[in-house]
């Protein structure tokens, strides 16, 4: 159906990666309502590290696992959604320069995951939350190093302005959705640590490469969403 068929008051379908495709699609299938679970340190989640590794499992690590707020910014351009993802600092003692979304652990002070979030995305990367419109939750993703992260999907609305923290972010930039919900993008490799082989997954984009918890949860974003 061309344009010209559309009548008084309908609109044209979104294309499958538009912003208001996704904006869509995530407001239908994500909540800003946790489930308890996502908050039981009891409960093992059936998102994380330990999926495609379950030898790497230690028995108790949900119990002890440090909480974790993520934001998954998707921003609104006209020519199609893309998510925004920091490369952490060099200078840094762990993860150093590896790609990740705005984030870190949930402070006594912060009221919830979602507060820490936004408020994680300010100090990083100086992403004013008035340019923010938080959409839902994905699944708890429990990284072997023993993180229970609680991953927000929002949606950014340009313009808007990002300054890096130096001591926490190198920079900062966009990769489109249509490049990362595409599963055929979504590679699995295997790396040895300490004697241990570990798989994951890994997206990479151009010169960067997108692996680990951060691929992890954007597979987990293609699964609620598209798949």
């Not at 009891?42 to 993520?70: C, F, K, M, Q, W």
Request: with cysteine; glycine share 6%; charged share 25%.
């Amino acid at each position: 159906m061309t344009k010209a068929a559309f009548g008084i008051g309908e609109q044209e379908p979104a294309s499958r990666f538009s912003a208001r495709d996704v904006r869509a699609r995530a407001t239908a299938r994500l909540s800003l309502t946790l489930p308890q679970t996502a908050l039981d340190p009891t409960h093992r989640p059936h998102r994380g590290d330990h999926i495609l590794n379950p030898d790497l499992y230690r028995e108790g690590l949900s119990a002890i696992a440090t909480p974790a707020a993520v934001l998954v910014p998707i921003v609104t351009r006209d020519t199609g959604a893309t998510i925004l993802l920091t490369k952490r600092a060099s200078a840094l003692r762990r993860h150093a320069g590896q790609v990740a979304f705005p984030g870190g652990r949930i402070d006594p002070e912060d009221e919830s995951p979602l507060a820490a979030a936004l408020r994680e995305a300010e100090e990083e990367i100086g992403l004013d939350r008035t340019c923010v419109t938080p959409i839902g939750f994905l699944d708890a993703y429990l990284t072997h190093s023993g993180y229970r992260i609680l991953p927000l999907v929002a949606f950014v609305t340009p313009p808007f302005a990002l300054v890096c923290n130096p001591d926490e972010v190198d920079e900062a930039f966009e990769v489109p959705v249509e490049f990362l919900m595409e599963p055929a993008n979504h590679q699995q490799e295997t790396r040895a640590r300490e004697g241990i082989s570990r798989i994951f997954y890994a997206m990479p984009f151009g010169e960067r490469k997108i692996w680990g918890v951060t691929a992890g949860i954007l597979r987990n974003l293609y699964e609620r969403l598209y798949s």
